[in-house]
């Protein structure tokens, strides 16, 4: 690929946290294969191919398992209970990302529908900056 | 039935596990050593070792990397080369897979290989910071998972597509706690019952206390030469017939199937084939029980029982001493200790034990053909090792 036809902003983690900022949930989109691939990477992971464009996510999809953390790490501390579950988007990709408001099993059903919602970003003066999307039940 | 020796082990010692205050990992180190060099008298080891193979996962814990030429120097074998192999939680296999890999070659004929972590003298919360960075930063961890996390997705994915139980998953805890009630060098030496461990407090839904291994320091040891060398050293070698090694998606929620360890499959296959056997043929193996669920899910990926029926397998009592296929008769992960860096090569010593009848009051009687399988993080790799003993 040439450099001329390099993506803007380039498939990277901290692009993807960027569009998090603006209330968007980014994919690349292989242009060779069609696959759609969250968290984006510069390479596709299915054929291999460098030739990639973003798409947006509806942000909807299906809760494919979830745990309920009890014993959280120190930056979490406050939030515990939590929930976190892996919810894949109806495009394709399959996602990480805290449940808002669930700490209890019977909340949560394998196969549920859920969506994404994004809340401002914490206040972090070191490296990562990110913010954080969520999930809630759909 | 079985391959050609790729190597063989000569002698192995394992430090006692558990919290070993005062103790520095290189000190740790040299006990296990120690017991190596002191079970192979005929072993010279400023002439005969050509290289240090050992595997640390973390220099945070002791604020020391560097650990090939650290080890090498503490062993008095200073100019001798001295790696340091890391996989995370599989540190010691990589340093066994290729430790293997360079007897095989024909470049180094004799290797010290082990491996070593220190981590009780750090609070809990620094230690399941340091272990998590064997997991995914920017997706996994900043997303609130831990380890204990990273498998309850897992096990809450397995109970669902299977309908495995969190008693199933206890039944694992009391097993291998119970073997661990027969090693002196278990970090614990008691028995538990199914209600302790499911009555034990939850750490990650539907993971509890129980279904957690424990930090543990402690460090490994065994010397591998090349086969046609072995009979120097002992008249009770054990081969190594067959290795594999593998990765996994780095994230779990990137698998494609969240049920199952891919680079348990795949190794394990590696390794089957290398050597030439089968699950069946299996007379006792150590696998990578961090949490009780690994296990159940490592008795399907490594072809002890079919997809899904793991649980069933342990509920049957099939992986008890005196089962199907006794599993972690150390007492595994969950309750001989779990050093990380160490505890690849202190499943060989286990299989070095029961392979050459020294296993004391868990031996599996008339064991030949043994296994071992150690992953790394929540199983983006992993490393399989066949063993068969010596004539």
């Known amino acids: ?138 | 039935m079985s391959g050609k020796p790729l190597a063989a082990i000569v002698s192995a010692g394992l430090s006692k596990f558990g919290r070993r205050e005062g103790l520095y990992g290189r000190e740790l180190f040299l006990e296990a050593a120690g017991e190596a060099f002191d079970r192979c008298p005929n072993l010279d080891p400023r002439r005969d070792i050509k290289g240090v193979f050992v595997g640390h996962m973390g220099e945070s814990y002791e604020h020391q990397g560097h650990t090939g030429p650290t080890i090498s120097d503490w062993l008095g074998l200073t100019p001798t080369q001295g790696f340091r192999f890391e996989s995370a939680c599989a540190s010691s296999s990589a340093a066994l897979r290729c430790a293997v890999m360079a007897i095989a070659s024909g470049l180094l004929d004799i290797v010290l290989v082990g491996g070593v972590e220190k981590m009780t003298h750090r609070t809990t919360p620094e230690v399941t910071e340091y272990l998590a960075m064997a997991s995914d930063f920017p997706f996994e961890q900043w997303h609130g998972l831990t380890f204990p996390g990273l498998f309850a997705l897992m096990a809450t994915a397995h109970m669902h597509k299977y309908g495995t139980t969190e008693e199933q998953l206890a039944m694992v805890a009391v097993k291998n706690h119970k073997n661990a009630s027969m090693n002196p060098k278990a970090q614990f030496q008691k028995v538990i019952t199914l209600e302790d461990a499911l009555k034990s407090r939850v750490i990650a839904w539907p993971l509890k206390l129980f279904d957690c291994s424990p930090i543990t320091d402690g460090a490994s040891c065994a010397i591998l030469v090349k086969p046609e060398l072995a009979k120097k050293f002992t008249d009770t070698p054990i081969y190594i017939i067959g290795s594999g090694g593998a990765t996994d998606r780095l994230g779990v929620y990137a698998r494609d199937d969240i049920t199952s360890l891919l680079s348990a499959k795949v190794a394990s296959q590696e390794a089957y084939k290398m050597a030439g056997v089968e699950p069946k043929d299996i007379d006792v193996a150590e696998v990578h029980d961090c949490f009780t669920i690994a296990e159940v899910i490592l008795y399907e990926d490594l072809g002890f029982c079919p997809k899904g029926y793991g649980g069933k397998f342990i509920e049957e009592g099939q992986t008890h001493i005196g089962g199907k296929i006794p599993v972690n008769t150390s007492g595994g992960l969950k309750a001989k200790g779990h050093p990380v860096g160490a505890t690849g090569v202190a499943q060989v010593y286990e299989i070095y034990l029961q392979l050459t009848g020294q296993a004391g009051p868990r031996q599996v009687s008339g064991a030949e053909i043994a296994l071992t399988h150690n992953m790394g993080g929540s199983g983006a790799s992993a490393f399989v090792h066949i063993y068969r003993r010596g004539d």
Request: proline residues 12%; contains cysteine.
């Open chain 1, 1 to 138: 690929m040439s450099q001329q036809e390099a993506l803007t902003p380039p498939p990277t983690v901290e692009s993807f946290y960027k569009f998090v900022a603006e209330g968007k949930l980014m994919a690349v989109k292989c242009k060779k294969c069609g696959k759609i691939i969250a968290p984006p990477r510069p390479v596709c992971d299915g054929c291999l191919s460098r030739d990639l464009e973003w798409v947006q996510l509806k942000g909807e999809g299906e809760l494919v398992t979830f745990t309920i953390i009890h014993v959280p790490p120190v930056q979490f501390a406050s939030m515990a209970p939590y929930t976190v579950a892996v919810v894949k988007m109806d495009e394709g990709p399959k996602l990480p990302g805290i449940v808002k408001g669930v700490t209890q099993p019977d909340q949560l059903k394998i196969g549920m529908r859920m969506k994404v919602v994004f809340e401002p970003a914490p206040q972090q003066q070191t490296w990562p900056q990110w913010p954080r999307y969520y999930f809630e039940p759909a």
